[in-house]
């Protein structure tokens, strides 16, 4: 990557909150990936670890997947790839730390997150995490894309207001503030977005009846971060070495309710899945 192109990717992160970086990686890399989930969710299905929800027969069968990096050589090759890494590294001039993996299925009928701020629940601290999401398939308005409201990553993390779950089946969102606009993105295979953990997103619900949504996102902290809330035991530096660090039991916005975006209380992309 040239000098220039750095500088130009920075000014616009600082000035957007995220980019969005055309097929970054190949059709060829976005298979091996999906093959290695595949083969993942196999073998959850096989121990009968998927639980159907009745009320929701098709989407809750494609649970989202939360950190198995750490046993899948194939994850680590993608979510440490430099072609991504480097980009953002350039961008917050820090080699980074990775705090955790979410692969979306997203299937047919699944809904959208709510507008939220990844650093509500991450709390790395000092400064915020980033996040390198990866388009696995073609993906838009109709079938959960991903919204960014540009800009907002100069907000501090917000208390996300409660809703009644006919407006919002979360129960909490964060609206979009005045004088600002959300933004559907669209992708293709292999685009990566990489946003500012304090950037106001979420995605659209999948209407489509066919076509499944898959991403992986993978958040990420300066390496010098000090303390991150939730998930330190998975934390891996860019050897592949678990590192630590301490825990921030004070972040910002101090909950009172149970964590909509936390690994066992998201009602609509998680399962508590027992790990062996
Ligand atoms: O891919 C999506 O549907 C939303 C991802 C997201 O907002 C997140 O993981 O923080």
Redesign the pocket.
């Known amino acids: 990557m040239t000098q220039q192109q750095t500088k130009q990717y920075k000014d616009q992160f600082e000035k957007d909150g995220y980019i969005h970086i055309k097929k970054l990686f190949t059709e060829e890399e976005v298979n091996i990936l999906n093959d290695a989930y595949w083969e993942v969710w196999k073998e959850l299905m096989a121990k009968g670890k998927v639980i159907q929800a009745p009320n929701r027969p098709f989407d809750s069968l494609f649970p989202r997947l939360r950190d198995y990096h750490f046993e899948n050589e194939a994850i680590l090759d993608f979510i440490f790839n430099q072609k991504a890494i480097d980009i953002l590294e350039g961008m917050i001039q820090e080699e980074i730390i990775a705090i955790q993996t ?1 692969y ?1 299925f ?1 299937a047919p009928g699944a809904k ?2 709510p507008l ?1 701020q ?1 650093n509500y629940s991450l709390g790395a601290t000092p400064d915020t995490s980033y ?1 390198i ?1 990866v388009s696995l398939d073609p993906s838009g308005k109709d079938n ?3 919204v960014v409201v540009p800009g907002s990553h100069t907000f501090a993390i917000q208390q996300p207001d409660v809703v009644p779950e006919s407006v919002n089946v979360y129960g909490k969102q964060i609206p979009v503030p005045s004088g600002y606009e959300a933004q559907e993105i669209e992708t293709e295979v292999g685009d990566v977005v990489i946003f500012n953990g304090n950037i106001l ?3 659209t619900d999948n209407d489509s009846k066919t076509k499944f ?1 898959r ?1 992986i ?1 993978t ?1 990420y902290a300066r390496e010098s971060v000090e303390k991150i809330t939730l998930n330190y035991n998975y934390l891996m530096d860019k050897n592949r070495q678990k590192t630590r660090r301490r825990l921030n039991a004070n972040p910002r916005v101090v909950e009172t309710k149970e964590n909509l ?1 936390e690994f066992h209380e998201a009602k609509y ?1 998680d399962q508590i899945i027992n790990r062996d």
């Open positions: 979410s979306y997203k959208g997150l939220h990844d996040a999401w959960g894309g991903l997103h979420g995605s949504r991403a996102v958040h975006f992309y």
